[in-house]
C-alpha cells in the first residue's frame, strides 16, 4: 500500500517536472521563433535609401533626413547642407 503510494508520489511530480520542461522548452522555441520572424520582416519592410553625399544605400532604419534628402551618416549630412549653401557661409 505504502509503496503503491509513493510510486504514484513519484509518477506525479515526474509528469509535472516534464510537462514544466516541455512548456519552458516550448515557450523559448516559440520567443526565438517570434524574434527571427519580427526580424526578417523588419529586414524586408525596412526600405533602402541612398546617401545624397555618397550615394550609398543604406536601410532607412538607419539613415538619416534632412530636406527631404537621405544621409547614411551625420557628418554626410553636414557636408552636403554645407554644399547646398555656399552664399551662408560667415
Ligand atoms: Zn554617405
Redesign the pocket.
Known sequence: MNLLIIRLIIFAVLFFAGLKLYRMYREWKLDREELLESDETRREGGQMVR?S??K?HVPESDALREQGEW???SA?RDRYLQEQKPEEKE
Open positions: 546617401c553625399w555618397c550609398v544621409f547614411c551618416s554626410h
